[in-house]
Structures are given as C-alpha cells and as structure tokens.
C-alpha cells in the first residue's frame, strides 16, 4: 500500500515545517544553536527546513518545543482537538505528546464508526499501521500523521505555547479556561 498523500497534505505539512522556520528566524537563532537543544546536528535542521529529508515525528514534535511550539489536532471548524492533558505516570513526555495526538483521531474514528481497515485504506496504510499509531506503540512519519487527521475532517498544525502559568504547565496561545477555540482573525502559523 502506498500513503495517500496528495497536494493538501503536502502543503499542508510544508506549512507546519515554514511555520516552525519562521518561529526560529524571529527568535533570531541559528540552525546550529538550535540544534544544541536537539537530539540532531544543525545540518539536519537545514535539510528540514529545505525539504531534502523529513524530520522523524519525534524530531519533529522536539523541534517545536524547542521553539516554543506545540503540534496539535485542529477541527474544520477550527477548535483544538483535546486530547489527554496529562502524562502517565511514568510515561516519557513524547510518548504523552504522540498520545495527545492520537486520542482525538481515535476518538474522531469512533464518532464516525470507522473501522481501523477502513481508515487504512483511506490513508493508504494497513490496519495494523492504524492500530499501531492509535495505540501510540509506532509513530507514523509526519506526513502520514497529516494525511491520519485529514482523512477524518482535522489537521495536524503547529501553535504557539503561551509562556509557563504558575502550576507549570504552558497553554496554547487563545485558550481559555476549559475553551479551546482560535480567535478570529488571528493566524497561528
């Protein structure tokens, strides 16, 4: 099977990868000292930003943080897609990151009464890929994630994390209390 990944999630994809792109040209940082907070070289940053190789989902969800961003599940409708707002005990924090992004997909996969095959062969995957990544056991290569949530209505995007609260946990940029709507007008990335 081959993933289904046409122009939107591409594009789509592209516009998270700039987007991160931009956030580090307007911190004034280099690839290089960036990459002092990664698990990579500089040089790997460079071939990301150009396109010439595709971050891992774990890079890529590290790359974000690292910039002040937080990858997230965003509906046609625009709100943030929740999914657990706290890690296991024990569990390492992007084993939580990928599990905040898998549940709304499950859960949206449900709500429609798809089945994992299915889903599968929407995406172009097997169902046993599907199961895999909703069980957070494997994680699907980033484009992949991105054609995942378009093949059930989301998207996968990037948003600002507002700076840390006094109980230590940062929150989106436009989130209220118990509200995770996007402000109009206003563009994230």
């Not at 890529?60 to 990858?71: E, K, N, Y």
């Not at 957070?136 to 378009?150: D, G, K, L, S």
């Amino acid at each position: 099977m081959a993933l289904c990944a046409d122009y939107a999630a591409e594009r789509t994809f592209r516009r998270i990868v700039a987007g991160l792109r931009s956030a580090r040209l307007e911190a004034g940082t280099s690839q290089n000292a960036l990459s002092v907070g990664l698990p990579v070289r500089g040089r790997a940053i460079s071939e990301w930003e150009t396109g010439a190789i595709e971050p891992t989902l774990g890079h890529l969800i590290l790359w974000s943080r690292a910039l002040g961003r937080r990858l997230v599940i965003v509906g046609r409708d625009g709100n943030l897609r929740v999914g657990p707002s706290r890690p296991r005990p024990g569990e390492l924090w992007e084993i939580f990151e990928r599990r905040r992004l898998a549940v709304p997909l499950r859960n949206r996969r449900l709500a429609l009464g798809m089945g994992q095959g299915e889903l599968g062969r929407l995406v172009g995957v097997s169902r046993d890929s599907i199961q895999r990544w909703e069980l957070v056991r494997v994680p699907p290569r980033p484009i992949a994630h991105v054609v995942w949530a378009q093949r059930l209505g989301y998207t996968l995007d990037v948003w600002p994390i507002a700076p840390t609260t006094a109980d230590g946990a940062g929150r989106l940029r436009g989130q209220g209390p118990g509200v995770f709507r996007s402000r109009p007008g206003l563009r994230w990335l």
